[in-house]
Structure formats: C-alpha cells, structure tokens
C-alpha cells in the first residue's frame, strides 16, 4: 500500500545493466550536481590530491579509455589520485572517480588497475548512488505515512527509529547485489578497452593478502582493516563470476602492460607523507612540527590525523598526541594543561617535573581500567603541548620500564637540516640478478617487521616462490635515487 502511495512503482530502465531500477529521487543532473559539490570535501577528507602529474595524466588517460566503453558515454568524468596510503578506491555520482596512492602501490600491472577503475565507472553507469539515495528517501517518506496511520491506530513509535535507522544503512554501502552489478559491468569494459578481464580476480588476490597483513600489523584478529573491503566488500565467488562472464566473450590478445605500470609508479611515496610526519622504522619523525621520537623495539607504528600509535608485545601501547590549549591572551603553565586534560580523566599520582632534552615535561602515572598509564606532557611553543602516553598491563609494566623511559628520552628537536632532509619512503622499482632471493630483498626494506610479508603483497609473490634474473619487482626504499 505505502508503495502505491508514494509512487515507487515509478521505476527506469537503466541502459548500462538494461534493469528496471527505482531512482525516483534523483535525476542525473542531481547526480552531477552532487558529485561537483562533494569532489573538493571528499579530496580534503582523503589528504588532498597527490601531487605527481605525470601519475595524475597516466591515471586519467586509463580512466578515460574505459569510459569510452561505458554505456553513458555522455557523461564528463574525472579521474584523481588521492594523497592517502589508504588502500581504497571511490565513486562519486556524476563521473568522479578517485584512486588512493596506496592502491596504486599495490597493483601489478595497467589492466589491475583498469579493474579498479572499471569497476567505479560501473557503480556511476549504473547509478547505485541514485538507487540508494531513492530507497532511503522512500524509506523516509514511508516512515512519515506510518507516523500518521499509527497516530491514528495507535501503533508503537519505535517503528519510526526502526525505518530511520534502515535509511541511514541504506546510504553507508553498497549492496552484494550493487556490487555485483559493477563487477560485471567493469568486466564489459575491461574487454571493451582490450584488458585482460582476469586482472580483477589476481587483484582481488593483493588486496586479500594486504588484509591479512593488516591484521598482523595490527595484532589482533578482530581488527576491521580501513580499505578498499570497507566500502566495496567482495567474495571469491563474486569475482568468479564476473570472470565466469569474461569467459563468454571471445577475448583475443588482451593485455596487462605490467612493465608500463611499473615504469610510471616508479618513485610513488609510500607510506605517510612528509607533511603528516613520516615513519621510518621505530622512529617518528615530523618536519613540520620539527620533532621526533623513537618507539620502543618490537613496536610497530600506526600514523593517522589524529594520534600516532605504537602497538608492542602483549597488548603494549604508546601514544603520540598534539595539544592546543585555546587560550590567546597568556601561556598555560603545564600544570594547568594537565589539569584541562589528563585530570578529567584520570586520578593521577605525584606529579614530577622532568627535562628531555631540552624541553620541559611532567610526568605522572595513573591505573585506568585494568591498565597501568605512564602519562608525559611536554611544553611545546605558543600554549602547543606533546604528549606521550604509555599503557601496559600491571604484569609487564615493570618489564617494559626501562623501553618506555627510552622512548620517552629519544624524544627531541630536529634541526632545521634535519628538517629539511626528511623524504618518505617511496616504492622503487628493479631488476633483479642472479643470486636474488625474496628474503634477500626483503632484508633490506625499510620496516621494523614483517619485511618479507610486504615484499610478497606488493608484488603478488607466494611464499618461498623462485626469483628469476631479469624480472622488475618493487621494493620499499628509504633513499630513493
């Protein structure tokens, strides 16, 4: 009945997937009027766009091939490569297609990276945004019928929270269905534009490995990895058969282009970029707070907006956070910032003033839920605050000591030559020689774990796999020339 009401018997007949689809609510010039709007907020959201213009036209020129095979080649797309390592890849409704740095690390060859683009051009022709936007939509108005009817028949309002919530779902993801639809429509473009269409099953194959990467990274198998699973979620099944629908096509000299790939990522940063400060190892460095620090050993960093994290043994953790007091007119002593902070949240013990290098700090410990805290604010410029937090159970507080007061004293000034100095780290790509082993290569990747890992996911290797001369294979490098 609600349906009958309002209209969704309405639907269209999309020309890209020739299924009937719901999108009542937003037309095409909706769509692109949306995207246009949304295009600079998003790219802010994702670290801007990465400044590499032979990179950014390469990109372009591959997007634009597909999209001359898509089915709504009437509309204006754009293509941009986001300054993130985050791997993931988005749409936008009205052509904006956007790829991260660190997808690009990760794929192999011009046609994995075809599928990746295929594969968002197929979500903009098949217009799932218009279709999620249109079912919430009509969720809403149904939501505002059955306020009305249980007004009068006296039906319990949770059913309003119940419809709002299946609204807000509705807009988060994409549905298996949604994303099955754009597997297949990128398989059509992918044969199309002259691609192998099996680049998407071996890259679906990097971005599982990366996965589990993640989660050792992380060091816990409940972690929920922030890439490109977050927002398309795909199944084996799912890309089998989107390739069981290349197979149907006579496919006759089909390309990867892998050395081409290779030769134009060759020197992409890797990792974070100078200006969110840089991980090298155990240490943290950031130009532009012109600072840095050194974790403890068997640590592994974790940088975000936010906060920079080092997970060790056991559930260990030490935190780098920055703090601005509001405050223009005067200094904030330490003791009042710690009384604005950490004395909301914490009963801490003696307070004691201490020198690190320079810099004056005060330093006190705290018991938080279970966990043992030893807590140091250190006075920056211009009421701008430092803080180390270090967090360990009572039964390895006293083993891990001595590791948390180095850490603590590793912290220090760069100077300006220093400053200026600091490069990310960059994929740098090479031949290899006789004699080349993965562990060989791997050894000398410049991370404090799971060196042999990261060299197999970049460059699609199986454990204990032959190394043959002669073959191009990326690597990690500190000092790219």
Request: net charge positive; with cysteine.
């Amino acid at each position: 009945m609600l349906g009958t009401l309002l209209g969704l018997n309405n639907c269209t007949t999309n020309p890209a997937t020739g299924k009937k689809s719901f999108t009542a609510f937003m037309s095409r010039e909706d769509e692109i009027r949306i995207g246009t709007e949304e295009h600079p907020r998003l790219i802010k959201e994702f670290g801007g766009i990465y400044k590499n213009t032979r990179l950014q036209a390469y990109v372009i020129r591959v997007g634009l091939k597909l999209a001359n095979q898509a089915d709504d080649s009437g509309l204006k797309y754009t293509f941009t490569i986001l300054n993130s390592e985050k791997v993931n890849a988005l749409a936008l409704p009205g052509g904006f297609i956007y790829i991260t740095r660190g997808l690009l690390a990760l794929v192999e060859n011009e046609a994995e990276l075809a599928g990746v683009l295929a594969h968002e051009i197929g979500h903009v022709t098949a217009r799932h945004t218009a279709e999620r936007y249109s079912t919430a939509k009509a969720t809403n108005l149904g939501m505002m019928m059955l306020n009305i009817l249980s007004s009068a028949t006296g039906v319990p309002t949770g059913v309003n929270q119940l419809l709002g919530f299946g609204a807000e779902a509705a807009l988060k993801s994409y549905s298996r269905d949604q994303e099955l639809e754009s597997d297949m429509l990128g398989v059509n473009y992918l044969v199309r534009a002259g691609y192998s269409p099996f680049a998407m099953t071996s890259f679906f194959h990097k971005l599982k490995a990366h996965e589990k990467l993640e989660i050792k990274l992380k060091g816990s198998p409940n972690f929920i990895p922030n890439n490109i699973f977050a927002t398309h979620p795909r199944t084996v099944d799912r890309i089998k058969k989107a390739v069981r629908l290349a197979n149907n096509f006579n496919i006759k000299n089909s390309v990867l282009k892998r050395e081409t790939f290779l030769k134009e990522i060759d020197g992409i940063t890797f990792g974070d970029d100078p200006e969110q400060g840089i991980r090298s190892g155990r240490k943290f460095i950031h130009r532009d707070l012109g600072i840095s620090f050194e974790v403890p050993p068997n640590f592994i960093l974790f940088n975000s907006p936010t906060q920079v994290v080092a997970r060790g043994p056991r559930g260990a953790k030490m935190l780098f956070q920055l703090k601005q007091e509001k405050s223009i007119s005067r200094r904030i002593s330490l003791e009042e910032h710690i009384t604005n902070t950490w004395s909301k949240i914490f009963s801490l013990k003696k307070l004691e003033h201490i020198n690190i290098n320079g810099l004056k700090a005060i330093t006190s410990r705290s018991y938080l839920n279970g966990k043992d805290y030893r807590l140091i604010a250190i006075q920056g410029d211009k009421n701008l605050y430092f803080h180390l937090i270090f967090i360990s159970s009572p039964s390895i507080t006293s083993e891990l000591n001595t590791d948390f007061r180095r850490a603590t004293y590793s912290f220090r000034r760069l100077s300006k030559s220093e400053a200026d100095a600091i490069e990310p780290l960059r994929i740098k790509v090479i031949k290899t020689v006789p004699g080349d082993t993965q562990k060989k290569l791997a050894k000398k990747m410049p991370f404090e774990a799971y060196r042999l890992e990261w060299l197999q996911t970049l460059n699609g290797l199986l454990p204990g796999q032959e190394i043959l001369p002669g073959r191009s294979l990326k690597v990690v490098v500190k000092d790219y020339k």
